[in-house]
């Protein structure tokens, strides 16, 4: 339960951190330049997702099953990480050149490649701690590159003035800070010299291509329409829909604080079924919280909108309204997914992401053009949905559950809430 917790605290200062850049690069660069930072930030996420995350993950999960000692693993991860480095720096490079947009400039350019360096150095260090289960550690890399980022953007967009490129440079200080710092963290714990093993690089490289593919289509999916406003819309609406995905998107944090512990405990996990239906009523559970939170965020969207950001960016308020209910169904696929992760299944999810992503880039060309960034952000709800009900329907299968008992609220999962609660608030006390 402390693992939660920490986890939890962490999702907090990230939620506090990112809105309060959001608030600060909002009113600073107006509409059009926070679209702007939308669509150059996008491409080296989009590499990170596939150079980084999986292997970050797949880290863990070898960890949990003790083949290799945790030294052995590190020594490896240094050159894994030097090749990341450099294929990713390269591919975003070659990405954002073929694909230039209006407003960008070369030192905007070489903010966003800068942001892959710090951020594989930190997504591989964190899978070390998630594997030796020091959540503190690895909460560094949720909290801290959006506290670091909030520093400096306070720093170079506030005070100095450097707007769209200061926003994406601070990113990239942020990246590089906790790179440092969990490097260090790691290299003082463990005291290992760099040794290269051929065995254990292709097990993280096949099992991180795996998780790191199925993650890309993911991220596809969520930031689709990022690329599609940008060629069939304005910059505007991008901006404008970046809040709305922002706002909308804090139901993610949710399934965020529970997915490392499901990824790290299921792949050590001696029951497989037993496992899944925690993992089952842990998703139905966090569903309901969803539900709650999107009531209340839609039902005070304007007013939302208008205080933190002004009222330049009202109409991203009908937007956060359209992408709600997507979101909170999305929360259960992002849950249930770790468990087939964790159990060696991560491109089951492919049979789902797949028709998702060909749908959303399918309807886009026709749907924004007309009606915009909203429609773009009602089409992408309706998939995440569908999507999800579906992939309740295979999880079912791969894990041997029925979808009843997958779905299916129980007296004992508002027990488990209350009980949760409970026990969270009494260690909060404790530590006061």
Sequence with gaps: ???????????????????????????????????????????????????????????????????????????????????????????????????PADGYTLPLILASVCIVPGAVCYQYSAGVFLGLKRIPTFAIKAWGPGATKLLGTILLVYFLGFGVVGAVAAHAFSAFVIGVVLIWKLRSYLNVWPKFDPEIARALTRTGFSLSFVFLMMILVYRANVFLI??????????????????AELLWQLPTIVSPLILAGSAS????????????ALARVTLLIGVFASI?????????????????????ADIIRALLPGSVAIIVFKILRQDLSAKGRPWMALWIVLPMLATV????????????????????????????????????????????????????????????????????????
Excluded: C
């Excluded at 996990?269 to 089952?280: E, F, I, M, N, P």
């Excluded at 007309?370 to 089409?379: E, I, R, W």
């Design 269 to 280: 996990a001696t029951d497989g079924l037993a496992y899944s239906r925690k993992v089952a």
């Design 1 to 99: 339960m402390d693992d939660a917790l920490t986890l939890l605290s962490s999702r907090v200062v990230v939620l506090i951190s990112g809105l309060l850049t959001s608030i600060i690069v909002a009113r600073t660069v107006g509409a059009e330049g926070r679209g702007l930072i939308a669509a150059i930030i996008v491409v080296p996420q989009l590499v990170l997702s596939m150079a980084a995350n999986g292997i970050g993950s797949g880290i863990a999960i070898h960890m949990g099953r003790k083949v290799w000692g945790t030294d052995q693993i590190v020594q490896t991860l240094v050159y894994l990480s030097a090749g990341s480095v450099l294929l990713g720096v390269a591919v975003s490079l070659a990405v954002i050149l073929s694909f």
């Design 230 to 247: 940008q060629n069939y819309g304005t910059l505007e609406e991008l901006g404008y829909y970046s809040i709305g995905t922002l706002l």
């Design 296 to 316: 209340i965020i839609a039902a005070f969207a304007p007013l939302i909108v208008q205080v933190l950001f002004g009222h330049e960016f009202l109409p991203s």
């Design 361 to 432: 880039i399918l309807v886009g060309p026709f749907v924004i053009p007309q009606y915009g960034a909203l429609g773009a952000a009602y089409t992408s709800s309706a998939v995440y949905v569908v999507g999800t009900a579906v992939f309740i329907a295979l999880y079912s299968r791969v894990v041997g559950l029925s979808i009843r008992e997958i779905i299916v609220f129980e007296r004992k999962d508002y027990e488990r809430l209350r009980g949760q609660i409970t026990e969270k608030a009494s260690l909060l006390v404790g530590r006061s």
